[in-house]
């Protein structure tokens, strides 16, 4: 009679569960890692912890913030998505000239500069629990640094997608404790600040 000998690499059932149970443990840690500290778009870890007043009062109107570049007229306004996961416009475009200055849109401090997706982005925090995006910019500026309205950050490096002239600087604003909780950043202008819009050019 034909003898049964035991394949050596069989594995034993025990040892397969106890692989699993292990993999499911790992992903599970992965999972709870993602959700406890999420990364915002300028690439910082959003604390859901941060008190952020939500108050528009303060950001209409305000006479502590100016266009971060010249000539600064609207070539693509802002048009946010209607859930945070679709496609939209989270800030303005504003017009420039190729390596043009880039300052401080308002005082804060800058929260972060760096690289984002490829493109030089510079973020500053202002008071009343919101902040500011420059892109693409090339930072003159440091995270940490305390900057007033005004002052220098960078320059135009590269080009914006869906620019329609030589070079444009998106600008945005957002909740600092909200990575979906962005804000138009022309209402941080006073109404006499407001920049011109400009209209696309129509085919005859």
Known sequence: MPSTVPLADSPRPGRVCFFIRLLGVVMTAVVALFLAFPLTA?????DETDPAPRSTESLTGSEDFDLPVAPGAVVRGYSPPPQPWLP???GVDLAA???AEVRAAGPGRVAFAGMVAGRPVVSIEHEGGFRTTYEPVR???MAGDTVERGRLIGH???I????EVAACVHWGARWSNDPDGYLDPLTLLGAKLRPIVLKPVESA
């Open 97 to 99: 000239t190729p390596s």
């Open 160 to 163: 914006h997608p869906g620019c």
């Open 42 to 46: 300028d690439g910082e870890v959003f």
């Open 88 to 90: 939209g416009h989270r």
């Open 139 to 141: 930072s003159a500026v």
């Open 156 to 158: 135009v490096f590269g």
